[in-house]
C-alpha cells in the first residue's frame, strides 16, 4: 500500500516544482516589462521638456547688432531742431567713398596729444586699433544677453506724454521735499523681468565700449549733407536760410547725438550717447558740438556753474558770494529745453517711437558725458546703463530729483559704470588750478556715481600714473578691457558726498522764519505799557524796572521757573 502511495508523491512533487519555475519565470519577465516600461518615462524628458532643452540655449546665444540711426537733438538756439538719419543701404551706397575716407581716417596716427590740456585729449578721440580695419558703420557688434532675467521696477506712466515733464518741473518747484512728492502717489509697476546685457563677458563689454566709441565718429558731409537730404525732421521743422543755399547748416554744431544699433531680430536696441569733443579740433567740420559739450559738462558737473575763481566765465548765474551758490537756479538751469538732459529724453521718446518699448529691450550707453546722461536717462526711465568712464553724476541727480522706485536697493538699478583708477576725471580728482580740466576750461569737480562701480585699478596692477590720456575711450578698449583676462568687479559706491565746503540757498532761506518758542529759562515778557493823550495814543518803547532781568527763586525739576522775583 505504502509503495503504491510514493510514485504519486514524487509525481506532485514534480509537477509543484515545475509551476515554481514557471512561476518564477513569469513574475521575472512581468519585472522585465515593467521595468522597461517606466524607466525611460521617468528618466527621459518629456517632449515639453525636451523642447525647453533644445530651446535653452538660445538664452545663451549671441545677438548681432548694427547701426540703423542717428539721431541728432538740437541745443541752444536750436533746441527745436530733431533729426533722425537712418543708415539703409542706399545710404551706405550713395556715401560709399565718403564713408571709406572717413574710416581711413579714424585709423590714422593722431596728431601729438598734450596731456596737460583737457581740449587737446578730447580731440584725439579716435577708434580702436585693437579690432583691425573694421568700418564702424557696417561692422557687427556682438553682445551677449543675460543668462537669466533680472527684475526692475519702473514709473507706470513713464511713457504717458508730458507725464515726467509736469513731474520734473514739480519736483523742482517743491525742491524735492519727499512729503510733497508723496502726495502725488506716483504709481509703480511691479517687478518685472528684463533681459541685461552679460557685464560678466569681455566680449559683450568690448562691443558696448565700442558703441560709445561709434558715436565719436564724423558725420558724412558732401554736398547732399549739406541739403539736408539724408536726415529726417522728428521734431520741429526747422526753416532754410533762403538767401544762402549753399551754406554749412549750423543746426549740427549745437546738440547732442546718438547712435541707435539694432539687433538682428530687432527685439534688443541699444542707444550710444555721444560724449565730449574737445574745442578747436582742426578739420572736424561743423559735426564737433564741443561748444555746447563744454557748457554741459561746467554745469553738470560742478558744484555752482564753474566758478572756479574769480576769471572764470560761469555758464550761469547762480553763484552768489563766496562758496555759496543757489541752489535754485542750479535746479532750474539743468531743467532748462536747452540743455543736454532734455535733449537725452527726447532723444529717448524718438527711439521709443520706432521701437515699441513694451516689446522691446533698450539698453542705454555711452563714454564721459555721454556716460553720464546715459545714468541720467536709465534712471529717469528704468533703463539699463552701462557707462565708460563718465565723471560722477549723482549730485546732478540729486538736483533733478529723478524719481526712484522706493524699497529698491541698489543692486537693482541695474546702472554700471566702468572706470580705471588711472583716469582724474572718472575719479574725480581732475581740479585744481593746474590740473589738466582747468588748463581747458573744464570744472570737473565732482567724484559720485550712482549704481555699481566697476574699476579696472590699474595704478596697482601696471604701476600706471594718473593722467587724462587715461580717460579715451579708444585708450580703455585697446589698453585695458582687452589686456585684463575677466571684465572688472562691480561693487556699489562708497558713502560719497560731493562739494562739502560749499553753501546751496534757497529762496525759502531769504523768507522770515517761524516765531520762535518762549525760552523756558527766561521770564515772560509783559506788555508794553500805553500812554493816552486827548490827541494821540502811542506806545512806550522806553525800558521799565519790568523788563531788566529778574532771578529766579523756584525751578521744576526739569528746569522751568515757577517764580520769579519780585511776583506774588
Not at 37 to 49: A, K, L
Not at 179 to 204: A, C, F, N, T, Y
Not at 376 to 383: A, E, K
Not at 481 to 492: G, Q, R, S
Amino acid at each position: 500500500m505504502l509503495s503504491e502511495k510514493q510514485p504519486l508523491r514524487q509525481r506532485r512533487r514534480s509537477s509543484f516544482s515545475i509551476l515554481s519555475i514557471i512561476a518564477h519565470v513569469a513574475l521575472s519577465v512581468a519585472l522585465f516589462i515593467s521595468i522597461y516600461t517606466f524607466w525611460p518615462s521617468r528618466h527621459s524628458p518629456e517632449p515639453d521638456q525636451l523642447h525647453q532643452l533644445e530651446e535653452a540655449p538660445s538664452l545663451e546665444r549671441s545677438t548681432s547688432f548694427q547701426l540703423k540711426h542717428v539721431f541728432h537733438h538740437g541745443t541752444g538756439k536750436y533746441n527745436r531742431v530733431h533729426k533722425r538719419l537712418d543708415v539703409t543701404p542706399e545710404f551706405l551706397e550713395r556715401h560709399e567713398n565718403t564713408l571709406a575716407e572717413l574710416t581711413e581716417s579714424l585709423y590714422a596716427e593722431n596728431e601729438p596729444v598734450d596731456p596737460n590740456n583737457a581740449d587737446s585729449v578730447l580731440r584725439s578721440e579716435g577708434w580702436s586699433r585693437a579690432l583691425g580695419d573694421k568700418d564702424p558703420w557696417t561692422m557687427d557688434l556682438t553682445i551677449r544677453p543675460s543668462s537669466k532675467p533680472a527684475r526692475l521696477r519702473r514709473l507706470k506712466e513713464r511713457h504717458t506724454p508730458h507725464f515726467l515733464d509736469s513731474y520734473l518741473q514739480y519736483a523742482m518747484e517743491v525742491k524735492g521735499d519727499p512729503k510733497k512728492l508723496d502726495r502725488i502717489g506716483l504709481e509703480w509697476e511691479p517687478e518685472q523681468d528684463v533681459l541685461l546685457p552679460d557685464i560678466q563677458d569681455k566680449d559683450s563689454v568690448v562691443a558696448l565700449a565700442l558703441i560709445s566709441s561709434n558715436a565719436y565718429v564724423k558725420l558724412p558731409l558732401d554736398d547732399d549733407e549739406k541739403k539736408k537730404s539724408d536726415w529726417i525732421d522728428v521734431g520741429d521743422p526747422w526753416d532754410v536760410d533762403e538767401e544762402n543755399p549753399d551754406v554749412n547748416f549750423g543746426w549740427l554744431d549745437d546738440g547732442l547725438r546718438g547712435h541707435v544699433f539694432v539687433s538682428n531680430d530687432s527685439k534688443t536696441v541699444v542707444i550710444g550717447i555721444k560724449g565730449t569733443s574737445g574745442a578747436g579740433l582742426p578739420g572736424g567740420g561743423s559735426d564737433e558740438t564741443s561748444g555746447n559739450d563744454k557748457t554741459n559738462d561746467n554745469l553738470l558737473f560742478s558744484c555752482c556753474c564753474a566758478r572756479v575763481g574769480y576769471m572764470w566765465t560761469t555758464v550761469c548765474d547762480c553763484y552768489e558770494k563766496t562758496y555759496t551758490c543757489n541752489q535754485d537756479c542750479l535746479e532750474k538751469e539743468l531743467l532748462r529745453q536747452d540743455r543736454y538732459y532734455q535733449a537725452a529724453l527726447d532723444l529717448y521718446r524718438n527711439v521709443t517711437k520706432i521701437y515699441d518699448p513694451e516689446t522691446t529691450d533698450i539698453w542705454v550707453t555711452g563714454h564721459s558725458l555721454g556716460g553720464a546722461l546715459a545714468s541720467l536717462l536709465g534712471r529717469t526711465y528704468g533703463l539699463p546703463v552701462v557707462a565708460f568712464e563718465a565723471p560722477g553724476e549723482m549730485l546732478a541727480t540729486k538736483r533733478l530729483h529723478l524719481p526712484q522706485a522706493p524699497g529698491i536697493p541698489k543692486h537693482m538699478e541695474h546702472i554700471w559704470h566702468f572706470g580705471n583708477t588711472a583716469d582724474p576725471i572718472f575719479m574725480g580728482v581732475c581740479n585744481g588750478a593746474s590740473s589738466s580740466c582747468s588748463v581747458g576750461g573744464y570744472a570737473m569737480e565732482t567724484a559720485c556715481h550712482t549704481g555699481k562701480l566697476c574699476v579696472y585699478d590699474v595704478v596697482t596692477d601696471h604701476g600706471w600714473h594718473v593722467s587724462l590720456l587715461n580717460h579715451r575711450i579708444h585708450t580703455v578698449i585697446d589698453e585695458i578691457i582687452l589686456k585684463y583676462n575677466t571684465t572688472a568687479t562691480c561693487v556699489d559706491q562708497p558713502p560719497c558726498r560731493d562739494c562739502f565746503n560749499w553753501r546751496f540757498v534757497s529762496k525759502d532761506d531769504l523768507e522770515p522764519d517761524e516765531p520762535k518758542l518762549p525760552h523756558p529759562l527766561k521770564p515772560k515778557p509783559k506788555p508794553t505799557e500805553t500812554s493816552s493823550s486827548a490827541s494821540t495814543s502811542t506806545s512806550s518803547s522806553l525800558p521799565s524796572e519790568s523788563d531788566k532781568p529778574k532771578k529766579c527763586l523756584e525751578r521744576t525739576w526739569y528746569g522751568w521757573c515757577k517764580k520769579w522775583e519780585g511776583e506774588e
